[in-house]
């Protein structure tokens, strides 16, 4: 990590964890093995992206496409979530991490939403990094509910649809009060965003890697990290433009 460039971290990285089935299929084991093992990665990442003062990260943990997996599948990701939560919390606390969630938690079994409720509740004073897991998320159902209710703003009065701009709108999404992202990672080597974030991620980085997310580990971190730090962030202007700002 010695060649990391404090300063110029992301404020906001947000993950895409993917390859852990096909991690587990290379090994012949089952897909809940790789899901297993990802868990301890989520517990390192979360750990070392604190430890370097990332602001906020948030983890893709389960896509509102992935109830069509196998039930048995979706099961064991759900046991997996409650006990990874109701395991973390005490170190959260030792780390001073804020627990968040985004997504459609109505599809959520009630006792993961307990667990969910009483991290959230248990964390909200720390005042560290913002751990956000996207659970029964996608972007499209979030842009959907966002126009939804704006629309009926604007049906009751309460809104002038003139007044609806970037911001608004922005902040009508589940991560109104959240940075856009300055990275996103995926792993596994696919290169898709998967309805994640499709508004956030307007001026994000992206960084792909093959690694399968089982074996991203902080070395994979700090690689991401150095690319990132080579990105000329341009946000539409030139590269003239931001020399002169400096
Ligand atoms: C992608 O692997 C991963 C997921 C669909 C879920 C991610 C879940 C975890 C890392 C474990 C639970 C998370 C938390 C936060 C406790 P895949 O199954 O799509 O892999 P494949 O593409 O190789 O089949």
């Not at 290379?26 to 897909?31: A, C, F, I, P, S």
């Not at 990672?185 to 001026?203: D, P, V």
């Not at 991401?224 to 931001?242: P, V």
Request: glycine share 6%.
């Amino acid at each position: 990590m010695k060649t990391l460039q404090p300063g110029n971290l992301p404020v906001h990285l947000a993950v895409i964890m993917d390859g852990n089935g096909r991690w587990a299929k290379k090994r012949m084991l089952r897909r809940i093995v790789g899901h297993q093992k990802g868990v301890e990665t989520v517990r390192v990442i979360v750990e070392e992206c604190s430890r370097l003062g990332i602001g906020y990260l948030t983890l893709f943990a389960f896509s509102a496409e992935n109830w069509l997996r196998p039930k048995t599948e979706v099961k064991a990701l759900m046991a997996l979530l409650k006990q990874y939560i109701r395991a973390e919390v005490p170190r959260m606390m030792q780390n001073d991490i804020r627990f968040n969630v985004i997504g459609n938690r109505a599809d959520l079994p009630e006792d993961v939403n307990r667990e969910i409720d009483a991290a959230i509740a248990k964390t909200s004073a720390n005042r560290g990094m913002l751990l956000t897991l996207a659970l029964s998320y996608g972007a499209r159902q979030e842009m959907v509910s966002a126009v939804k209710h704006l629309a009926g703003e604007v049906a009751a009065g309460r809104l002038d649809a003139e007044a609806i701009d970037e911001n608004l709108f922005g902040r009508s999404l589940f991560t109104a009060d959240i940075p856009d992202p300055d990275l996103l990672i995926r792993t596994s080597g696919e290169m898709r965003i998967s309805n994640f974030l499709l508004w956030q991620l307007a001026y994000t980085e992206l960084y792909f890697t093959d690694v399968n997310w089982p074996d991203f580990d902080r070395d994979e971190l700090a690689k991401a990290f150095r690319s990132y730090h080579a990105r000329e962030r341009r946000f539409g202007r030139t590269s003239e433009q931001l020399k002169s700002e400096f």
